[in-house]
């Protein structure tokens, strides 16, 4: 067995105590500051990347928050202009109503009062005609002067009786 | 004859062969195969990590994302067992499990070498571990750190026992560690070896099989070889806790 030959384990006990400190020196001193260089740089990326994206997310929330406030505001504000002007038109309306109720009340009023001087009117000069229609029936029938006086309380006699 | 009896050694791949032969105060330091693969090895290591992370991009490509991986991969195996105060550590963890890892890869080339198939080596990586965990239990909890090999809420009784099996248990740490590394790779280097012995043997009409199996136990030995040094890696880590937290 060649491993068990004492006189090879001195060079290879010195090969490998050099070539084990030069790879210790180049690792410690040149890939390890290298390669971890990186990986931090890497790790230190993320973190930020996450940071600010969780930054970017918050930002997004509160837009959204604050819109959908300005949402509501500006919802409840036309509801409340809806409301008012539907009140302004009601009483508006109201208004008008009784004007024109009022307006038609008189107007009726108006109308009667003179319905019922023309059918007085009409009525007097009904009694007129009527004193005159007998007056003259009477003077052709008797040939009689009957007294204006006399002959208008038979007339207003015999309406009394009609009426 | 001759030739097929070379082609059934199974042990002729582990051969230790000197380029040079060097010597510096009576100690040999000869340039051997094995010291070859270990300066591949470190450099393969160096130079993916270093180039595939070159760009440096924050979306990483192919290579990049290897890299970041094997440092992630290290770096949470410390974090769950360790915990935040491994993190010193972390570039001896990191440079042991990618020597072990690549070493174990490059190993699979084949007519390369596995420079982990030695004992001498893994034992002395496992001897590092070993000796580093301790002076770190020693200098943080100093002459506590010998609770380590008295669990807490055992009768006194048991103590005697009990602690006699932690110390032990603990110095046969490098020795366990090493060897497990050491024979797993050694067996299936050498069985691979057998297997291709007998595919070269059998010839055309029986070679077959042993070919089917050779095809099998190569994509077996990849996983070995990531399992190891990950196993590797993981004891060290655990090792370490115990030192730090003292935990048991």
Known sequence: ?163 | MAGEQKLIDPMGQFEIKRFTNWEIAGVDVSFTNSSLMMVIVIALITLFLTFSMRGRSMVPGRMQSIAELSYEFIANMLKENVGPEGRKFFPFIFSVFMFVLISNLVGMIPYSFTVTSHIVVTFALALTVFITVTLVGIFRHGFKFLSLFAPSGVPFYLLIILVPIEVISYFVRPISLSVRLFANMVAGHALLKVFGGFVVGLGIWGGWLPLGFITALTGLEFLVAFLQAYVFAILSCLYLNDAINLHH
């Open chain 1, 1 to 163: 067995m060649p491993q068990l030959n004492i006189a090879d384990f001195s060079p290879q006990l010195v090969w490998l105590v050099i070539c084990f400190v030069i790879l210790y020196i180049a690792m410690a001193k040149l890939a390890i500051p290298r390669i971890s260089e990186v990986l931090e740089g890497r790790q230190d990326r993320i973190s930020k990347d996450l940071d600010e994206a969780k930054r970017l997310s918050e930002d997004s929330e509160k837009a959204k928050a604050e819109y959908e406030a300005a949402l509501d505001e500006a919802r409840t504000k036309a509801h409340g202009m809806v409301a008012e002007l539907k009140a302004e038109l009601a009483s508006e309306q109201e208004a008008s109503k009784a004007k024109l109720e009022a307006d038609l009340a008189t107007k009726a009023k108006d109308a009667e009062q003179s319905i019922a001087k023309a059918k007085e009117t009409a009525l007097s000069n009904v009694k007129d005609i009527a004193g005159e229609a007998a007056k003259a029936a009477v003077s052709r029938l008797v040939a009689v002067d009957v007294a204006d006086a006399e002959l208008q309380a038979a007339v207003d006699a015999q309406m009394k009786g009609d009426a």
